[in-house]
């Protein structure tokens, strides 16, 4: 298990938590001194009250919550949001409401979850050309949508 240090940078903030034995990430909550509410196709900035350091050569990704985006169409715009080892500020989310009634955030509510992953640094290779694939340059969408019947 990775050890993770993590601050309360205010007394009422909520540590993330594991909702389930076998979950991938932890739910994080929202930590605030008033309600925020937001109204369709609009977003904010969602403090939980924690800072966190992480080891060398992790990362920690915020994820929308399913339940947040199926009820209520509520998500992350930068998803996955990361957070890299090196910064110690307050852990934000930024939350979207794409919905069509207005949403309201109160403080200790779950707003996204966090999985903290190893991360390996590269070294680009400049070249002349690259290797030959079947796939080649197909992408955005070249595989169509419909089911491909064997």
């Known amino acids: 298990m990775i050890k993770v240090k993590i601050v309360r940078l205010k007394e009422k903030a909520s540590l993330p938590a594991y909702a389930t034995a076998h979950a991938a990430g932890m739910d994080v909550s929202a930590c605030l001194d ?3 509410t937001l109204e369709p196709s609009s977003s ?3 403090p939980t009250g924690l800072a966190i350091e992480l080891p060398e050569g992790y990362e920690a990704q915020l994820r929308p919550r399913s ?3 199926l009820r209520h169409l509520i998500s992350l715009p ?3 949001a990361t957070i890299d080892a090196d910064y110690r500020g ?3 989310v930024i939350l979207i409401n794409h919905g069509r009634e207005p949403f ?3 403080h200790g509510d779950r707003i996204a979850q966090m999985v903290v992953s190893k991360v390996d640094r ?3 290779e400049e070249v002349d050309s690259l290797s030959d694939t079947e ?3 197909g992408g955005f969408g070249h595989t169509g949508v419909a089911s491909k019947a064997e």
């Open 34 to 36: 008033a309600p925020v």
């Open 135 to 137: 796939r080649g340059e």
């Open 67 to 69: 339940g947040l985006a």
């Open 44 to 46: 904010a900035l969602i």
């Open 122 to 124: 590269v070294a680009f």
């Open 90 to 92: 307050e852990v934000g």
């Open 78 to 80: 930068n998803s996955p």
């Open 104 to 106: 309201t955030v109160n």
